[in-house]
Structures are given as C-alpha cells and as structure tokens.
C-alpha cells in the first residue's frame, strides 16, 4: 500500500518540487499551504496533489488540518515534510519584534507543532519518516537572518533529539541544509547580493528544486532506515 505524505509549504518553491516528487515515486501526497489559494488551486489543478489550508504556526490549526489530512487520505502520515518557511530579513540593529517572532514561529514553532501531531502514529505503526527542511543559513549564519539562522539551526538541534528519541521505533528523523535554490525567495533577494552569494558557492550557481526533492526522495526512502539524526547538505560545496 502507499505510504501517505505530508508536505508543509508543498504547493511552492522547494516544497512544490518535493511534493511532486514524493507523488512520482508512489506516495500518496498531500500538501499544506497557508494563505495563497490561488497558487495552491493551480498546483492542484497541475499535479492532482490534493492541497490542504492551515497556518503551521498555529498549533489548534495543525490539529484540525492533519486530522482533516488524515480523514481525506485514508490514514496516518507515513513521512512528514517540514518544509513550510519564510524570511523577513533584516540586519538585527534594524530587525522589529514582529520579524523576529513571525520566523521563529513559522519557521521553527511548526516542527514542533507538525511532529507532535504525527509522532504517535508512526511510534504506533513503527514506522516514519521526519524530513526537516533547515538550510545552509543554520549552519553558517548570514548578513540579516538572525531570525532565519536561528530558527533553521533549531531545527537541527530538534532533528538530533528526536532522533535519539525514536531510534528504537523504526522512526527516522533527519535535516536537509539546503543552499541556495533558485525559487521565488531567493529571487527576491537584491542583484548585487546575489552576485555576491554566488562568489561564495564553489558551483557558481544556484541549485534547482530537483536537487533538493533528490535528498527528500532518499531520506524518505526504506533503503535509508539506517541514516537518522544527520543533516544532509546540498549546496553546491559551500564551505561551513
Ligand atoms: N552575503 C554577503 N554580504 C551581504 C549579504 C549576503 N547574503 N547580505 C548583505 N550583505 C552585506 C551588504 O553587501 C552590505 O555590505 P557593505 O556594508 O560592505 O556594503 C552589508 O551586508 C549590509 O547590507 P545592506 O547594505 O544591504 O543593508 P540593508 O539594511 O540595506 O539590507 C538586508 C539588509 C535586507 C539583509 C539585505 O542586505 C539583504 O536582503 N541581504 C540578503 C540576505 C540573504 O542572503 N537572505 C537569504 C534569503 S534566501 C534564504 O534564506 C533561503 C536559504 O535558506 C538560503
């Protein structure tokens, strides 16, 4: 039977492309999205990739939208995908309370809400898969991400322990650390910056969306039930 997955952000950027991929592989896919309906219909429209609205950050919204989840794919969730993020940067003397809080809690805050509400199942079952999306921020800090940095290098403190957690339930939990992809969020960044974030990856290039649905796509996989706790980079070489 087909395992069920779940991917928060899953209708755009790096999440869309994970979404797409897990279904191409055989999972039965469901996708999160918060607020934009419209890019969401167009997936859905595009992929058959039914798509679900709640905000991650929220802990009684998770709730409802995995049970809804759940309901409407005909079982519990085999392998989550915490992908769902956003930036508000800024360098931290200029950075606004609301920055900082916005990121922590959709960043961060939603591993925790999303994991919480699916671990049981998979300790039940003896079997999961936590995909925690973190990034190459996490691990090296950037101009202007203090929020980001911290919430993706939470994530990987969060990946470890969970881990040790559930060694012992056939549960693996482990971070991709994506670099630099080539989505709407990285294009929003100035020219002249991105000039020089490319100056500093060894590729001289951004990655694409397939090279990080690529990881998922193993880490999701049975053949990696022995991979657990690690945090997978994927970014062109950059030096941490
Ligand atoms: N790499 C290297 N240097 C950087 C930098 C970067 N990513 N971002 C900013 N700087 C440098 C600037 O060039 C500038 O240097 P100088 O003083 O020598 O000119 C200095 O830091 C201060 O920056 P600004 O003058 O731009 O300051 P600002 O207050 O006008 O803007 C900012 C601050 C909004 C943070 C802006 O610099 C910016 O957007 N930076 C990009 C930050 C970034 O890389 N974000 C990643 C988004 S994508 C993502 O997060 C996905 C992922 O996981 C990788």
Not at 65 to 80: F, H, N, S
Not at 87 to 99: G, I, P, Q
């Amino acid at each position: 039977m087909s395992k069920i997955a779940l991917v928060t952000g899953g209708t755009r950027g790096i999440g869309a492309g994970i979404s797409i991929a897990l279904k191409q592989a055989g999972y039965k896919v469901a996708a999160n999205y918060n607020s934009d309906s419209k890019t969401a219909e167009q997936f859905h429209a595009e992929t058959g990739i039914p798509v679900f609205s709640w905000d991650v950050s929220n802990y009684e919204s998770c709730e409802k939208g995995v049970a809804k989840v759940c309901e409407k794919m005909g079982g519990t969730i085999d392998v989550l995908v915490n992908n769902a993020g956003i930036t508000r940067d800024s360098m931290l003397h200029k950075m606004d309370v609301s920055a900082w809080n916005k990121v922590i809690c959709t960043n961060l805050n939603s591993v925790f809400n999303m994991t919480r509400l699916v671990i049981s199942a998979m300790r039940e079952k003896n079997f999961g898969r936590i995909i925690n999306i973190s990034s190459v921020n996490g691990l090296k800090g950037q101009v202007g991400q203090t929020n980001y940095s911290a919430a993706k290098a939470g994530i990987i403190g969060f990946t470890k322990a969970l881990a040790l957690e559930s060694a012992n339930k056939g549960i693996t939990v482990n971070a991709i650390a994506p670099g630099y992809i080539a989505t709407d969020m990285t294009n929003a960044i100035r020219d002249d910056i991105k000039e020089k974030i490319t100056a500093t990856i060894p590729m001289k290039r951004f990655g694409n969306v397939e090279e990080i649905s690529n990881a998922v796509l193993f880490l999701a996989d049975k053949k990696a039930s022995f991979v657990t706790g690690v945090t997978l980079s994927v970014n062109g070489g950059q030096y941490l």
